[in-house]
Each structure stands twice: as C-alpha cells, then as structure tokens.
C-alpha cells in the first residue's frame, strides 16, 4: 500500500485546510494510506506523534476552516543538511516515499532540494548506521507534488495560489469600511497591505475598490517628479468632489531606487503636501486569516485531488509536479522550472527592468 503524507509550510493561507482534506480524501480512495505531518517541515524534522495517519472523518468540516489545522511554521532547521537528513530519516521509517508540500515559494523550494539531495541523503544515514540498507531500499525515490499555498500569489507557472482570492476578499472588505469613514470625515487613507515582493493584493484590490493610488513592486513609480504627479491627480480627484482618498501601499514597494516606499512616508507626504486629513491602517494578519471563500475550497479540493493523481503517475524519470491552474484548468506543471522562474522574476524586480503590471493612472482605471 502506498503511503502519502502531506504537510502545509510557511505563513498558512485560507484554503489549506481543504487541501489537506482533498488529499486525504483522494489518497483514501485510491487505496493509498493517507498521513498528516505536522507543523510543517518541523514535523518532518522532530517524526514520531507530529506524523499521523489520517482516516476519512479526520477531516471533517475542514472546508470552512481557515489557517491550517495541522499546523505550519517557518522551520529553520530543514534550512540545514542535518535537519534534512532527519527529515528524510523519519519518512522512511513511517514507510513514506510520497510527499505533498502545501506552501509557498520559499517552501516549494525547501521541498525541491529535499527532492534533488534525498540519495545523498539516503547515503549518508546508511554510512552514519542511522538507516540500514534494507530500511533504505525500497526508498530510492521519493515523490515530491508542490500546492502552491499563499495569499501573495506570487508563484510563476500558475495564475493563482491557493489562499489569494480569499485575501483579497478580505482586503476589499477592510477598504470598504475604511472608504465609509474616510467618506463621512473627508479624509485620506493609506492602506498598507500584505505580499511580500509581489503586488498583486495590491494592485487587485486597488482596482476592486476604486483606489486613488496604487503602489506595488512591479512598477516602482518612475521619475524625480513622482510624488508630485501624484499629489496633483489625488487634488484632481478631490476637485472634482471626492470626498475620500485611498492610497493603497504593497508591503512590498519601493521606489526606482529600490528604496521602500512606505504607508507611514505616503501619509506624510498627503498631509504635509495636501493637507489632507490622513490616517494610515496597516491591515496585518486579519488579510491572512478567517473562513476561505467558495473559490479557494474549491481549487484547493481540486488540486489535493490533482495531487495524489500526480503521485500515483510519478516515475523517477519524471520531474516532481507543481499543481496550478492555468486558464481556469488544473494543471501539472514542472516544479522546478516553476520555482526556477519564480526566482527570476524576483531578480527582474531587483533588476528594475520588470514591467508586469498594469498603470493605474491609466484614465481607464480612474473614476
Ligand atoms: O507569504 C505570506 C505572508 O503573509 C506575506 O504576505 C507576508 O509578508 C508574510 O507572510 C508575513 O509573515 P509572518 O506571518 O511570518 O509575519
């Protein structure tokens, strides 16, 4: 009987929950035995109680649950051979050779080198008698299947991640109660949202709520002159009777100097130059948390499923599969390459030369 686990890593995302669920579900009913690790890779690397077998009621009522039931952290111990070559212990021992990694960029990578390094690995507990040759065997391979679990949605190779929509969501909603009060009192906002180096929280919901002015990674604001243009197209915006201003700032941004620009400097600059009455809101982990939106359910059950069908399909002369969607449609791309151009577009950043991102000042976009 084949054994599957999976774990969910990094900052948890809504939706996880039911990747999990669909894993266990799917590995259940393709007779497989299904495992939870977890706290993440720290499960891995600590074995014995942190590595469950998981029946079918298990996971009841996950669908609706945010954050990640079994647990997530950000483990530096995997970071390091050592905690690797405990990780890799404790799999074969529990008799698992298929592992699935719900988690974002820094943890698809984490679960790729484990991937590439497991028969150096394998060597090395042999040699050092922690594994016998016999324990070791039937291991020469492990399956590795990446879900890509994040609110940043910053992974390439896939449109979008599981936990985004469900943020986003959410980020509309905190700018939409912020839009009131700042209407009644005729004031500006600057709202500093989530997305590490990438802007697409940002920019979707700057779009979605009809923001004044947007700034996210992607496109530093360009020219000495920047802070001006902008002053004057928010006073354009106020003479021409808005009564509220919301400046929507990506944690994330910096200017073409790839100096940050941040909620607290926007504000500054609202109230010195206009002076507009401003507030600022960093709206933090309540962006993360919470109950996932139909969509996100929905594409994690999917994907879990997409899953265990990629572990059941992996050979060893197949590369491990990245579960996305692309074009509204599952899809299995190569792990690798995906964290590989993950990579290179944050490099594009750095570069200055990455221009993915709409311009919102763009009349279209202007209300
Ligand atoms: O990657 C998800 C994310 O929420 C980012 O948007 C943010 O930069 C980071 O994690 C926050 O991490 P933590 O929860 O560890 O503070």
Redesign the pocket.
Known sequence: KRKIAILTS??D?PGMNAAVRGVVRAAISRGCDAYAVHEGYQGLVDGGKMIKKMGWDDVQGYLSVGGTVIGTA?CKAFRERPGRLLAAKNLVKEGIDALIVCG?DGSLTGADLFRSEWPSLLEELISTGDLTVEEAEPFTHLNIVGLVG???NDMSSTDITIGAVTCLHRICESIDSISSTASSHSRAFVVEV???HCGWLALMAGIATGADFIFIPERPPSGEDWEDEMCAEIKRHRDLGKRKTIVIVS?GAIDSNLKPITAKDMMDLLTDRLHLDTRMTILG?V??GGSPSAFDRNLATMQGVEAVEAVLASTPDVPSAMIGMNENKISRTDLMKAVALTGEVAKAIQRKDFVGAMDLRDPAFNQ
Do not use: C, L, N, T
């Open positions: 990094g900052g995302a950000r974002g994040s609110i940043d989530m997305g590490r944690e982990h962006q993360r």
